[in-house]
Nanobody
Framework: QLQASGGGLVQAGGSLRLSCAAS????????MGWFRQAPGREREYVSS????????HYADSVKGRFTVSRDGAKNMVYLQMSSLKPEDTALYYC?????????????????WGQGTLVTVSS
């Protein structure tokens, strides 16, 4: 139901855009978001956006550097990442949940996409 893509290798200070294609989602997927998991660390919330209204939210660690957007007509969600740092290196996952608080808290996630690897070299 969720297919993430766009990861790769980039130098510090560079940019990447991740994409998440959503299909056959249900009413339990009002909010889309991104998480990431670095080696040896827990999965952490990155950003979210509502399908209706496009309300966005960001983790403090990415605020001002990452931008989440969606294209409802194409059922696509994007994460534009700029000013990348080596500590942004991780597997990035897209996810869907019924509401924003559930997604931010990683509770009752309805759908997970497979991870796409982002590697930022120093």
């Amino acid at each position: 139901q969720l297919q993430a893509s766009g990861g790769g290798l980039v130098q510090a200070g560079g940019s990447l855009r991740l994409s998440c294609a959503a299909s056959r989602l249900t009413t339990s997927s009002n909010v889309m978001g991104w998480f990431r998991q670095a080696p040896g660390r827990e999965r952490e919330y990155v950003s979210s956006i509502t399908w209706r209204g496009g309300r966005t939210h960001y983790a403090d660690s990415v605020k001002g550097r990452f931008t989440v957007s969606r294209d409802g007509a194409k059922n696509m969600v994007y994460l534009q990442m700029s000013s990348l740092k080596p500590e942004d290196t991780a597997l990035y996952y897209c996810a869907a949940a019924i509401d924003s608080s559930s997604l931010r808290d990683n509770r009752n996630i309805a759908y997970w996409g497979q991870g796409t690897l982002v590697t930022v070299s120093s």
